[in-house]
């Protein structure tokens, strides 16, 4: 067994009450157990310090007045349950907002994710066959390719001269990009855009400045959806134009809906469990030695890496009060679903905050629980692998520039967004 | 050993399928589908066992 005490849950590091808002425009926070915010930059460094800290405080589940009430559950069980429990945590709201979502029932902005049962289920079955297993395995040739591409890129670079590549920048972040645009058959260049979009619906939690509709990703959208009605395909955005529920077609505000979710959750979150694996690889030279030389250990690794570095947190909005484990929640509220916390509960797992690396029991929660399981999360996967394979075979040595330049993006999606990273010669 | 697999709890992560194709295929929707009936053959049974402690929904069960 290789373990090791994940650096960012050593308390002696950060302290994340004290620390609070030095370094943001965001309100300090005065107390994690009652006052957290997500989107504050000290979550983002500390965040599974601040989940134990919840998880041990007597009330594993914290509350704060921030965002109109939000709760913050930190345990597998209460997390589970509360993926499971669509009656009173509705998918109408995902991304915690100061405001409340304006809800085209049933299906949401962003259908399937957006939307509860029974409608949920009706818009999922449409696009499930779509990132099947066997219908991802058939993306892989493409990935592979891209990811070999970008690393010719990178090792021109690094013999042209240059000592320090930043591999959130050219590579991690663009795997993902490449390859949904593909499917979508949008033009890869549009990869800038689309990272606009995500930026502003992710990290700014849908709260930044208003848009005018000509730079929304409603406009950029209903303009390919447009277009491509009258040059059909065999992309996605095609097989949405065509597609029917009971013999009606498709909403154009749930065709573009989903085009906003396959984009907007389908990118920033594969790029962030790439760099963070190459985060934890740069930092672990027995980890990548290991990976080369027993190539076995991999299918683990890789399921180690999302559990100990799952980016994304998901959020539900409370449709009607419940009592949930003593807390008195109330209809309009927001409640957390951090599945990274769950994959750290060490009631669940043992040994939950050591990675390691041939973990053979694992039931990590990476992609979600329930009904909502990340569609994408076989493509998600595939990609992760395929960039891992040809990182490793391409730099089985690399190390941190220097830990204090890598720079974690806040809210609900966690990830390196700045990995300069050095090469040995 | 047999596999008790249960489909309304399965939501089609494919962890089954990934550790343990000679026992789980998916079908077109990426829900799992249980290729054994009656006993586990004995080479297998630590990739059954392996299928079951990985669901994260829960939905294999192994009875010895």
Request: charged content about 25%; hydrophobic content about 40%; proline content about 8%.
């Amino acid at each position: 067994m290789t373990d090791f005490q994940s650096p960012d849950t050593d308390p002696g590091r950060h302290d994340p009450i004290h620390d609070a808002g030095k370094s943001s425009g965001r309100p300090p926070v005065t107390d994690w157990l009652t006052d957290f915010d997500h989107q504050h930059p000290d979550y983002a460094a500390t965040a599974p310090a601040i989940w134990e800290q919840v998880r041990t405080s007597g009330c594993p589940i914290a509350y704060s007045k921030r965002y109109g009430g939000t709760w913050l559950p930190t345990r597998h069980d209460d997390i589970a349950a509360i993926s499971k429990d669509f009656e009173h945590f509705s998918s109408q709201g995902v991304v915690v907002t100061e405001y409340r979502p304006d809800i085209p029932a049933p299906m949401g902005y962003a259908p399937p994710i957006t939307s509860d049962p029974p409608f949920h289920q009706v818009a999922r079955s449409i696009l499930l066959k779509f990132f099947s297993p066997k219908a991802i395995e058939g993306w892989e040739p493409v990935a592979r390719e891209t990811c070999r591409r970008l690393i010719a890129d990178i090792q021109q670079r690094i013999t042209a001269g240059e000592a320090v590549i930043d591999c959130a920048q050219s590579y991690s972040q663009h795997v993902p990009v490449m390859i949904m645009a593909d499917m979508l058959s949008l033009p890869r260049e549009d990869g800038d855009i689309f990272r606009r979009f995500i930026h502003n619906v992710m990290e700014e939690g849908g709260g930044g400045e208003e848009l005018p509709y000509e730079e929304t990703i409603d406009f950029y959208l209903d303009s390919h959806v447009a277009a491509r009605r009258n040059d059909l395909g065999d992309d996605l955005i095609s097989y949405l134009c065509q597609a029917d529920i009971e013999g009606m077609a498709l909403l154009d505000e749930h065709v573009r809906g989903t085009i906003a979710l396959l984009i907007i959750a389908g990118i920033d979150t594969t790029w962030s469990a790439i760099g963070a694996s190459l985060w934890h690889m740069a930092q672990h030279p027995e980890h990548r030695s290991r990976w080369i030389n027993e190539p076995s250990v991999q299918p683990f690794a890789l399921e180690e890496f999302l559990r100990f570095y799952a980016p994304v947190t998901m959020a539900r909005l409370l449709a009607k009060d419940i009592e949930f484990e003593q807390c008195p929640m109330k209809a309009g509220e927001w409640t957390l679903l951090p599945f990274p916390a769950a994959n750290r509960d060490p009631a669940f797992f043992d040994q939950a905050d050591e990675f390691i690396m041939d973990r053979a029991r694992n039931r990590h929660s990476a992609f979600g629980l329930g009904i909502h399981r990340c569609i994408g999360s076989n493509l998600a996967r595939m990609e992760l692998r395929v960039a891992m394979e040809e990182w490793m075979r391409a730099f089985p040595d690399f190390e941190l520039a220097d830990p204090d330049t890598v720079a974690w993006s806040t809210g609900q999606v966690r990830g390196p967004r700045a990995l300069p990273m050095r090469f040995p010669a | 050993m047999k596999i008790k697999y249960d489909r309304s709890a399965c939501q089609g992560h494919n962890r089954c399928y990934m550790l343990a194709p000679e026992l789980f295929d998916t079908d077109d929707e990426g829900y799992a589908l249980l290729l054994v009936e009656g006993d586990v053959p004995a080479d297998l049974e630590e990739k059954a066992r392996l299928a079951a402690d990985n669901c994260p929904e829960f939905a294999i069960e192994i009875e010895e």
